[in-house]
Structures are given as structure tokens and as C-alpha cells.
């Protein structure tokens, strides 16, 4: 019998704990300020033989976890690219763990199957996706990319790589500045990470079509099979924009299976002045982006659109006896859909973030956050302390401490690690780095859910506040 009383006591301070959290977490340092083993010592030996108070256990978040914790939705963090939540996607959780349903078939949870369907229909209309497209939600790009490398592989290889392994001559195209979840799925789709062809950037780190065309037709021309293009909507280090258009058309002449990587800008297709990024793709055949990035949605929560469901689904059904159903053919068997077969109900979230905010109401957000990027770049270009070493883009800027009169790269890359490690050990805003040709840059992403002014305002002060 479960102990009702208690339930509700625990589910009160739990609740209690998340409204604390939630109002107070400005006065918590952004980034954990501990060091390696400071968590792993405090934790006794072994397991309790005897269980213990729900009111020790929760005092112990706050006396042990917590200092442990990188706050992530802190909003004076603006490292990496956020991953959000949301007052609306942190009850929605609640609910899902509540009722903890394992959802890899239709009839483990139909709601759950049907809401996927439906939530996915919603973002890619409201993104202004090809409507022939069919979405499912996936734990993370990594995982949504390497089902559209697999996918693309059973394609060109009429779903014989499956049954005999996979041929030595299949060919992934992407630049450099690609996410490394590219390799990594590449890797352990069987292609062989020898086989991915780094195609040249432009200067503002878009693949270079003609480059990526040369290459395609050099490698027909060596008895090698051209598979998959990987383009990319707003990459990783400074938020490059691949022409879609272009590498659509290259990937239609040569019968190439094109996949698009927009992680984290992906989003910002909800705003209608950003759809020139998808303008020309509609024979795209997957698509990628995190709601739990920017959207609110939380982690986990990867929106993956295919053209051809059929050729996903064929890539991974198996069909023991213990999965067979009576619905089988009629509904969404997600678990068909993915790697994984067991699959937690994430749509829930994405119901509630929706249906809470409204389409205009992220839209907002979104706007309000990128107004914030254009106001902190004015700042940046009248301190005149940073340059800005690529176009800023959405919510994010990359910059670095200007080089002094005939300093050496080795010299100014010093000088903005040191600086980007004293502002993060201070511990009042967080940011991280990345190179680009050797040039070490700050990136700022001003993306998190509830960020107000004063806290860019706090962000540009503590730039400028060392050396
Ligand atoms: C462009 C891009 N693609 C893919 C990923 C990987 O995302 P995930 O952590 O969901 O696998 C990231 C992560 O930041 C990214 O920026």
C-alpha cells in the first residue's frame, strides 16, 4: 500500500524545493566551483542496509548534490548552447514520471504514440517544414543523426548493409565544421570515419557547394558510393548556415541522401524571418533540431523529421513474438523508429510548453533573446576591448580579446583563456570556448529561458572587469 500521507508531504517539500530553486538560483555560482572527488568523498561506502528519512535524503541534495550541480538554467549561464526548461516542461515531467510509461509501442501508451505524432505535426508546421515530413522524438541529435546515417546507408545500399554488413566505398560528406557527433556516427554506423570527406569552408564556415560537388564527382570517378550529405543550420562553434538550396540540388543530381543538423538554430525556424534557411530544401531528406536547447522543452527532447518513414522503419524493425501486436501497421510503433526500444513519454512536455506559451509567445522569447545578442554586440563594438571574429548570429556572439600590436596567435590565445578561466572561477557567469583555424574565441549565447537585460548587462561587465 502506498503510504498517502507521506506521498503528499514529500511531493509538497519536493515542490516547495523546485519554487526555491526556481526563484533563488541567481544567488548560486553558475558553474560548480569544486574539485574532482569533492562529491564522490561525501558519499558513504555502501549502500544503506536500512532506509532512511525522505527529510535526510532531500537535506542531502541541498548539503551534497547541490554544490555539485552547473546550474544550466541559471540564466547567468551562457556556455555551450543551453539546454532549457521551463516552469511548464518541469511540471509536464512530473506528470510523465508519475505515470512512468515505457512507450516503445502504440499500445504501451496510446496517448502517448498519438501525441507524438501530433506534436511533431505541430512543430513542423509551425517551423514551416516540408509538410510530406514525419517526426519523432528522439533522446538526442547524436542519436537522430546516426538513425539518419543508418537510414541513408540501407538506402544506397537496398538494405543489404543490415543483413551482409556494410561496403568500404561509402562516402559522408560534411566539413569541418560539423558537429563531432558526425564522426562519431559515422564511426559506429560501420562507414568508417576514413570515408568522411571534409568538404572546404567559406569564411564564414559554410560548406562551399562547388567544393562539395568536385568532391562528389571525384569520388564517382574513383568507384566510390557517394551516401549522405550532412549540412548544417547554425554550427556548433559559430553558428554557420550551410546554403541548403545549394546542397539540396547537388544532393538531388547525384541521388544523395541529405541530412540537416540544425541542433540548436533549427528553433528559431518558428521565426518566419528565419526561414530563408530551409528556403529550396524541401527534397531534404532528415532534419534534426533540439527543442530542449532553446525551446524550453528540456532535456531530453530531439525533433527528428524524415521524408521517407517507410525506409526509417525498414531500417530498424526487428519483430520477435514478445512485440507482437494486434495494432501492428495501423498506428506509430515508435520503437520502430529509433535505436532504442524502450522510449520515455517526452511529448508531454512539448504539449504543455506549446500550449502554455503559444507559438507567439516562444516566438517572443526568441526575439527578445536575439535583440539581447543585438544590443550586446553594440556594447562589445563601443568598448572597443573584444573584436568580434565571426557574424553574430541569433543569440550568439563569438569574440576575443583583441590582439595587441603584432602579438602572436599563440600569444592572444593565452591572454583570452586566461581571461574566459578567470571569469568562470569567479564563478558569476559562465562561457565557454572553441578555435576556429587556430584562433581561440569566447562564445556567448545570451539563450536562457527567463534572461533579463541586467543580466547581459552583468555578462558585458564581467567581460570587461579583468585585465
Ligand atoms: C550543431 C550540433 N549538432 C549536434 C549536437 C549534438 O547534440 P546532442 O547533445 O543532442 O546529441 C550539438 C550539440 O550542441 C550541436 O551543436
Redesign the pocket.
Known amino acids: 500500500m502506498i503510504p498517502k500521507k507521506n506521498y503528499l508531504k514529500h511531493a509538497q517539500d519536493v515542490s516547495l524545493w523546485i519554487q526555491d530553486y526556481f526563484q533563488n538560483i541567481e544567488k548560486l555560482p553558475v558553474k560548480s566551483p569544486l574539485k574532482p572527488g569533492d562529491i564522490y568523498k561525501q558519499l558513504p561506502e555502501n549502500a544503506p542496509i536500512k532506509g532512511e528519512a525522505f527529510e535526510q535524503i532531500l537535506a542531502d541534495v541541498n548539503k551534497i548534490i547541490l554544490p555539485g550541480i552547473t546550474h544550466w538554467q541559471h540564466p547567468n549561464f551562457h556556455a ?2 543551453p539546454a532549457n526548461n521551463s516552469v511548464e516542461s518541469v511540471l509536464a515531467e512530473h506528470i510523465t514520471a508519475a505515470i512512468g510509461a515505457q512507450c516503445m509501442l502504440w499500445e504501451t501508451s496510446p496517448a502517448a504514440a498519438e501525441l507524438e505524432q501530433k506534436m511533431m505535426e505541430w512543430l513542423r508546421d509551425a517551423m514551416g517544414l516540408p509538410s510530406h515530413m514525419e517526426g519523432v522524438i528522439q533522446d ?3 542519436s537522430a543523426t546516426l538513425a539518419a546515417l543508418l537510414t541513408a546507408r540501407e538506402v544506397k545500399t537496398n538494405f543489404k548493409s543490415n543483413e551482409e554488413g556494410v561496403p568500404n566505398n561509402l562516402r559522408i560528406y560534411c566539413s569541418a565544421a560539423t ?1 563531432s ?1 558526425i564522426d562519431k556516427a559515422v564511426a559506429i554506423c560501420g562507414i568508417g570515419k576514413k570515408n568522411i570527406v571534409k568538404i572546404p569552408v567559406d569564411r564564414n564556415q559554410a560548406i562551399i557547394p562547388e567544393a562539395l560537388e568536385k568532391a562528389i564527382i571525384e569520388d564517382l570517378s574513383l568507384g566510390k558510393i557517394p551516401c549522405a550529405v550532412v549540412a ?1 543550420l ?3 562553434s559559430t553558428l554557420a548556415v550551410d546554403s541548403l538550396k545549394d546542397l539540396s540540388a547537388i544532393c538531388t543530381k547525384h541521388d544523395i541522401w541529405l541530412h540537416v ?1 540544425a ?2 538554430a533549427g528553433s528559431a525556424l518558428l521565426l518566419p524571418e528565419y526561414r530563408w534557411m530551409i528556403e529550396g530544401a524541401e527534397s531534404m531528406d532528415s532534419f534534426v533540431f ?1 527543442p530542449h536547447k532553446w525551446i524550453f522543452m528540456q532535456f531530453d527532447c ?1 525533433a527528428y523529421f524524415v521524408k521517407n518513414a517507410e525506409a526509417l522503419i525498414k531500417t530498424f524493425e526487428i519483430l520477435p513474438e514478445y512485440l507482437k501486436t494486434r495494432t501492428r501497421g495501423l498506428v506509430n510503433d515508435y520503437r520502430d523508429w529509433g535505436i532504442a526500444l524502450g522510449r520515455r513519454f517526452r511529448a508531454l512536455k512539448i504539449w504543455f510548453v506549446l500550449r502554455s506559451y503559444g507559438i507567439e509567445g516562444i516566438q517572443e522569447v526568441l526575439r527578445n533573446q536575439i535583440s539581447f545578442n543585438d544590443y550586446f554586440v553594440a556594447q562589445i563594438k563601443e568598448r572597443n576591448k573584444f573584436e568580434v571574429t565571426y557574424p553574430p548570429f541569433l543569440n550568439m556572439t563569438c569574440i576575443r580579446l583583441k590582439p595587441k600590436e603584432k602579438e602572436s596567435l599563440a600569444s592572444v590565445n593565452k591572454r583570452n583563456e586566461l581571461l574566459i578561466n578567470a571569469i568562470n572561477d569567479a564563478g558569476n557567469i559562465y562561457l565557454t570556448q572553441t578555435k576556429v583555424n587556430g584562433v581561440f574565441m569566447i562564445r556567448v549565447v545570451l539563450g536562457q529561458t527567463y534572461l533579463e537585460k541586467h543580466q547581459v548587462d552583468l555578462a558585458l561587465n564581467e567581460l570587461h572587469g579583468y585585465f
Request: aromatic share 18%.
Open positions: 555551450y548552447f538526442t541529435a547524436s558537429h557527433s548544417t547554425g554550427s556548433t543538423d541542433a540548436y533540439n530531439s
